[in-house]
C-alpha cells in the first residue's frame, strides 16, 4: 500500500499572515488538528494546535494580532506520493513528527498523511491477515476428518505466583 491510498488529499491550509485566531477558526470549522501554512505559491509550514497551544497560548501572545507564519519553521517533513507505509513511518521517526506532507511528482502538494492515518492502515492489514488465517483453519476444518480428541494432561503447575 502506498501513501497515497491513505492520505488525505482535501489539505486545509491559510496563508502565513492569517492570525492565530482565524487559523483556530478554520481549524474547528474543518475538524483538523492541523493547517498547511503557505507563504506565496510554497508551503512554508505545518501547525498543530498543540503547537498554537504551547506555543502562542501559554506564551500570552494576542491570538488576533499573532500571525500563525511565526509558528511555521519551514523544516517541512514530506514524502513522495508512492512512498510505502514502512517508508512513512521511518521518517516519521527520523523526524519526530506525526504528520507528513505527501509530495506528487514535481514537488506539488498531493496530501498529509497523519500517525493516525498510518496506524488505521496497519490495523486493516492486520485485520485482514487475520481473517485470512481464520479462514485457512475453518477450510482445513472442513476437508480433513477429525482425528480422535487428544487426552487431558494431568501434570501440575509447580508452585507459582501471579504478582
Known sequence: MKVADIC???VVATDRTSSLQQAAALMREHHV?????IGGSSVVGIVTDRDMVVEAVARG?????TEIGRFADGKL????AGASIDE????MKKRGVRRLLVAADGGQLYGIV???????ALVHEMSDMAHAVRGGIEREATERAPLPAARPVAARI???SFE
Open 77 to 80: 517533513a514530506a514524502i513522495p
Open 61 to 65: 501572545l494576542d491570538a488576533t494580532q
Open 8 to 10: 488525505t488529499r482535501e
Open 158 to 160: 509447580p508452585e507459582y
Open 33 to 37: 488538528g492541523s493547517l498547511v501554512v
Open 88 to 91: 512513512a513511518i521511518a521518517m
Open 114 to 120: 497523519s500517525m493516525d492515518d498510518l496506524l488505521d
